[in-house]
């Protein structure tokens, strides 16, 4: 079975520090891993996604994940955050036809 | 492509009033998904379709909800009757994906705010 746990419901960071949210998994076959965004009061939408290949993944808006096998890691970054950044951010896991949401991390940037 | 559309956006009723959600999803992709999402648990897979035949519904919170999808490019989410507790944000999704394998991503819809007084 599959699972996704992101570790902090909420993350306050300053306009220019970096963006680190974490995401853990678990998969009993090699996972397919994503990234999306949720803005106020519309839908997800993807930010990148890891299926097979490279372990670093880039994505829209300036953020990157590095998939690590060893620490079931699929952590989210972006080096330098922006008022546009703040929204909610989900870490996702594909098992057979289900995808797997985590349970989001709220990103709050601070002027 | 206008990406995946649902109506209404917004909906307000009254407890024990029958709710109908729609949704459009983008055309050539032969999944579907539908969502709830609360504050208190988060966003909830209710139903999934493939080639417009329900493959997993057991997420379906108990008898008051009902899904359809007569035809590739539409599904409705039916709540009879409507309670409180039902009051939550319902998103349809929509991916391409071959069998049992989804490596693609979902297409999210705006979402259906709905509000059961």
């Known amino acids: 079975a599959q699972s996704v746990t992101q570790l902090g419901s909420h993350v306050s960071v300053s306009e220019g520090a970096l963006v680190l949210l974490r995401c853990n998994y678990s998969s009993s076959v090699p996972p397919y891993l994503f990234w999306y965004v949720q803005y106020p009061n519309q839908g997800l939408q993807l930010l990148l996604k890891y299926t097979t290949g490279a372990t670093l993944v880039k994505g829209i808006n300036g953020f990157e994940a590095e998939f690590k096998k060893s620490e079931t890691s699929f952590h989210l970054t972006k080096p330098s955050a922006h008022m546009s950044d703040a929204a909610e951010y989900f870490c996702a896991v594909v098992g057979g036809f289900k995808t797997i949401f985590g349970a989001g991390t709220r990103l709050f940037v601070k002027a | 492509d206008a990406g995946v559309i649902q109506s209404p956006r917004h909906e307000v009723t009254e407890m024990g009033q029958e709710v109908t959600l729609r949704c459009k999803p983008i055309s050539g992709h032969n999944s579907l998904f539908w969502y709830r999402q609360t504050m208190m648990r988060g966003l909830e897979l209710l139903i999934y379709?493939?080639?417009?035949?329900?493959?997993?519904d057991s997420g379906m919170p108990e008898d008051r909800f009902s899904a359809k999808m007569p035809n590739a490019s539409f599904s409705t989410l039916k709540i009879q009757p409507s309670e409180p507790r039902d009051s939550a944000v319902y998103f349809c999704?929509?991916?391409f994906g071959t069998g049992t394998k989804q490596h693609n991503e979902q297409f999210f819809g705006p979402g259906t705010r709905l509000t059961v007084l």
């Open positions: 999704a929509s991916s």
């Open positions: 379709f493939n080639n417009n035949v329900p493959i997993d």
